[in-house]
């Protein structure tokens, strides 16, 4: 099901606007977030970038969601904990509130649960969770935010993964050209990415995956991405890609040498190689890209589209798009879902 909100505002819009299945974000509310209070957000900001949270203390969640770059760390595979690699590319945490399941795999299913993840995470945070609840409750100031947050000043791992949800839940990218140009706005729009919109919602068929609010179907799709070269370089990665298919019971997890996406949640053929597909909303800002960051620029990944995928792949076809109209989609692209900038007040850590 999807949400009902745009399905109303299809419903709603005139007729000779926003013609495709792209519809104004605007007015669509944030799922969860009418409930968190300023109290609880000012908490899960402090945590996000409380660098406590890693075993080492070198780390927060900001160091590879870094909100000047998009809410990512602007690397093809992210930033590790020290000596050890990890295996994906840093996902931007820009409207992930509006997603059914997160990670690339899908392998969470709310921000509260997901955020326990990266702190146990040998090859992330690596922190011991029973210390970190130690730390937390040893800083008077936090014990003091627990009370009012929470109503008593009990630190556990559950309410640290509750407030940075909360914060979370704030990073939404409003106030794009193309929510103004859907709601009538024409000139919200140049010439150029007006024509990469058309591109968009017709011959190029992005909007069969990419609709919404949010630009996405929340669901994982196999197009063949291909390997990042590093993978088979670095037995650093390998390592890790081996580790995590182990605690997901893949079998032949030691000779396991690509990224089986989302069959290592399932174990269903269908999934093998499939990732979800992301939101394009601040795409700009969020280069590399790709579940691996194979691709450094949007000139890539839209070859890649306009080529029908990688090999052998089954959920797409190949569109003729010439040099033109490859620059019209990427103006749509860049200039079209670059929403107003989330401005971070940094918060001071106890
Ligand atoms: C060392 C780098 C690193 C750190 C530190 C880190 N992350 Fe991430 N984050 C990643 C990577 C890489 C992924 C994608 C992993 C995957 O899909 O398997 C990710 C995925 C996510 C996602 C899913 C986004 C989506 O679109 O599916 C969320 C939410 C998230 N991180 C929040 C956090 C929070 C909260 C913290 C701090 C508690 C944190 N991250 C710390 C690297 C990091
Ligand atoms: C069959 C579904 C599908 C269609 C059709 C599709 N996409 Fe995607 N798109 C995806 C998936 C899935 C990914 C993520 C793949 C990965 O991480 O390996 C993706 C990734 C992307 C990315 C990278 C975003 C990031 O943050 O890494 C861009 C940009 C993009 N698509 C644009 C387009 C454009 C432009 C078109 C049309 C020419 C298009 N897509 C058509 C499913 C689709």
Partial sequence: MRPIGWLLAILVLPASVGAGPLVP??????????????ALVELGKQFFFDRRLSGDGTMSCGTCHDPDMGFSDGLDISLNYPTTRNWRNSPTLINTALQKSLFHDGRAATLE????????SA????????????????????????????????????????AIAAFERTLISRGAPLDRFLAG??????????????????KGNCSQCHFGPNLMDDRFHALMVPENPEHLADPRITATRRFVAKLYGF?????????????????????WKAF???????????????????????????????????????????????????????????????????????????
């Fill in 123 to 162: 090859f992330e945070m690596n922190q011991n969770l029973d210390y970190l609840e130690e730390e937390i409750r040893a800083v008077p100031e936090y014990e003091a935010a627990f009370a009012v947050a929470f109503g008593d000043p009990d630190v556990t791992r559950e309410r640290i993964a509750k």
């Fill in 185 to 202: 706005d024409e000139a919200a729009l140049s010439p150029e990415a007006q024509q990469g919109y058309q591109l968009f919602v017709g």
């Fill in 113 to 120: 649960e997901q955020a326990l993840f990266p702190m146990m």
């Fill in 251 to 271: 079998e032949d997890f030691r000779t396991l040498d690509e990224d089986p996406g989302r069959y290592l949640i399932t174990k269903e053929q269908k999934d």
């Fill in 276 to 350: 979800k597909t992301p939101t394009l909303r601040d795409v700009a800002k969020t280069a590399p890209y790709m579940h691996n960051g194979v691709f450094a620029t949007l000139d890539q990944v839209i070859d890649f589209f306009a080529a029908g995928g990688g090999e052998n792949n089954r959920a797409l076809q190949p569109v003729l798009l010439d040099a033109q109209e490859r620059q019209q989609l990427r103006s749509f692209l860049e200039e079209g879902l670059t929403g107003a900038e989330i401005v971070i007040d940094y918060p001071k850590i106890p």
């Fill in 25 to 38: 974000f605007d007015s669509v509310p944030v799922p969860g977030r009418e409930s968190d209070s300023p």
